[in-house]
């Protein structure tokens, strides 16, 4: 079973934007998915809803994602997830040291998003120097996808970005841009992968180099 922690101490950057398209992702490739909240606002669990919903009023429209909440303290990991092919971890924002133990413990992928803004790059550095301690990420158990995301377009201020996280060893993957339809499928429980129109289409193009990583 693979599992995929989508995670960054800083709260705003678009976990949970990740975590659900990569869902979709992973469901529209005819797998069995399990999308985990663990954080508590539940905005995944509230996609799921919105999702299944969708699914009841048109049949066949969505692929089915089963949603696990994680949100409560010693929930994670805890449910039944025989005969699921991936599972999705949206993670919380706020992280504990405690807290990011027991997530990175879970997956093999962890995928951090970061935003174009020097408060976002600077608490994710601080969350990256967080995690490198941990015993799984030190003996290279748990592989680390940084993704700028939200780009408007190529500033300086984004150049600036990627060459401090290049030397901190952490380059950035692949960037996403900044784009009103993800919003527009959040609300209706659906993602990128499960639409086959060109905006959708031009979209996914952006998250290959991700993609081809945690495959």
Known sequence: MRKILVLNSKGGCGKTTLATNLASHFASLGQRV??????????????IKRRDKAIKAAPGTLAPIAGLNW?????????????????VIDGPGGLRSEQA???????????????????????????????????????????????ANRMIRKSAQQIIMEEKFAREGH????????????????????????????????LRIQWTPLLQAID
Do not use: M
Not at 34 to 47: E, F, Y
Not at 71 to 87: A, E
Not at 132 to 141: A, D, N, P, Q
């Open 101 to 147: 133990k027991a997530l990175i413990a879970e997956a093999a992928e962890i995928v951090v998003p970061v935003l174009p803004s020097v408060f976002d790059w600077e608490a994710t550095f601080r969350f990256l120097s967080l995690i490198s301690e941990i015993k799984r990420v030190r003996k290279g158990k748990a592989e680390i996808h940084i993704v």
């Open 171 to 202: 380059p950035v993957l692949c960037r996403l841009a900044d784009r009103a339809l993800y919003s527009k499928l959040a609300a209706e429980g659906a993602g990128l992968f499960d639409r086959r129109d060109a905006p959708s289409r031009n």
């Open 71 to 87: 949100s409560k303290s010693g929930r994670l990991g805890l449910d039944k997830t025989s005969g699921i092919d991936t599972v």
């Open 34 to 47: 399990a999308l985990a909240d663990a954080d508590k606002q539940k905005s995944s669990l509230g996609w």
